[in-house]
């Protein structure tokens, strides 16, 4: 069974960083591309930022460019996300996504994490 599992998420002040882990286990890692979501209360969930099984090509939101970074260690079967220039519109629950290598990255995705929750006070 596939399982992943965010972790790293809490209170920051505005302009702060914060790194989020997602963990996985029951697959192999490194043949999945990943993603970062997030959700806002009334909101519907959007794209964060993505990433290819090798690392080398990512893909990001307008609205986190600049300010977010996306990696990933295949050793540690580990996905981060580096958030930096934190605003109060980044608040919202993070969650982590595997895409296997048959589905069309970055586009689907299929297992999710339970997620995360991102507070950034102003």
């Known amino acids: 069974q596939v399982q992943l599992v965010e972790s790293g998420g809490g209170l920051v002040q505005t302009g702060g960083s914060l790194r989020l882990s997602c963990a996985a286990s029951?697959?192999?890692?490194?043949?999945?591309?990943m993603g970062w979501f997030r959700q806002a209360p009334g909101k519907e969930r959007e794209f964060v930022a993505a990433?290819?099984?090798?690392?080398?090509?990512?893909y990001s939101a307008d609205s986190v460019k600049g300010r977010f970074a996306i990696s990933r260690d295949n050793a540690k079967k580990t996905v981060y996300l580096q958030m930096n220039s934190l605003k109060p519109e980044d608040t919202a629950v993070y969650y982590c996504a595997a895409s296997d290598p048959g589905s069309s990255w970055p586009n689907e995705y299929d297992y999710w994490g339970q997620g995360t929750q991102v507070t950034v006070s102003s």
């Open positions: 029951g697959l192999t890692f490194s043949s999945y591309a």
């Open positions: 990433i290819s099984w090798s690392g080398g090509d990512t």
